[in-house]
């Protein structure tokens, strides 16, 4: 069963360093989302790709946060420098077309630990 | 910003009980969704209906939707241990189709 590879699982560094998380969604889908998620909370929209382009970036953090879809496939969400407050769980997913009736796919998340 | 708010936040019963959470929205939609998610894990999704749709089945979900109260629940009937996990209703985004969750029902089943 096809599914949305998210590496690495878990993340530990220290404020003020740089981080990747790196997302490769089920084949052919052409939508991708990141998500952050804090512990007891739901998921947050960070960013929305269509194919390689920017959707909706509007929630992205931007002075720290940057985020790419070159090939429109897969995707790499960045921090630098890492705060404190950044230490969540960070989920991306996909879904075939953009439609909103569409059920998304997730992978299994990052958790960032930010010491 | 969350457009659904679940309800309630936790949610403890014993194997063999029914569990029902419901989720409450802002704003008019054309669809909800249901998602579980285990601890530490992704969300998988469970269940979809639409804003035309009062009510959808699959195997043990029963999940009813109401746009006159923007409301809607789910049903577990005859929850099992394996059904421990926290549960996020979600309803696309008004001006896109990104998906906004509730903050989520934590479930507990009991042997």
């Known amino acids: 069963e096809a599914e949305v590879a998210q590496s690495p699982r878990y993340k530990i560094t220290e404020k003020s360093q740089a981080v990747a998380f790196w997302c490769d969604p089920i084949s052919g889908h052409a939508t991708l989302y990141w998500y952050r998620q804090i512990l007891g909370q739901g998921p947050e929209l960070l960013v929305q790709f269509q194919d390689e382009s920017v959707v909706d970036d509007s929630q992205l953090p931007k002075d720290r946060f940057s985020a790419e879809r070159l090939k429109g496939v897969d995707s790499t969400l960045k921090i630098q420098p890492a705060e404190l407050g950044d230490s969540a769980m960070y989920l991306c997913?996909?879904?075939?077309?953009?439609?909103?009736?569409?059920?998304?796919?997730f992978g299994q998340g990052t958790r960032l630990t930010v010491v | 910003s969350q457009q659904g708010e679940e309800d309630p936040q936790a949610l403890s019963i014993q194997e063999g009980e029914n569990a029902t959470m419901n989720c409450s929205y802002k704003t008019s939609i054309n669809n909800l969704q249901w998602y579980r998610q285990n601890s530490g894990r992704g969300l998988v999704h469970l269940i979809l209906?639409?804003?035309?749709?009062r009510e959808k089945h699959s195997g043990r979900l029963r999940v009813t939707l109401d746009t006159s109260k923007k409301s809607s629940s789910l049903l577990i009937t005859a929850s099992r241990a394996a059904d421990t996990a926290s549960y996020f209703c979600a309803t696309p985004e008004q001006a896109g189709t990104a998906l906004i969750f509730g903050k989520g029902t934590t479930l507990s089943v009991s042997s």
């Open positions: 997913a996909s879904t075939r077309t953009g439609g909103a009736g569409t059920e998304a796919f």
């Open positions: 209906i639409r804003s035309n749709e």
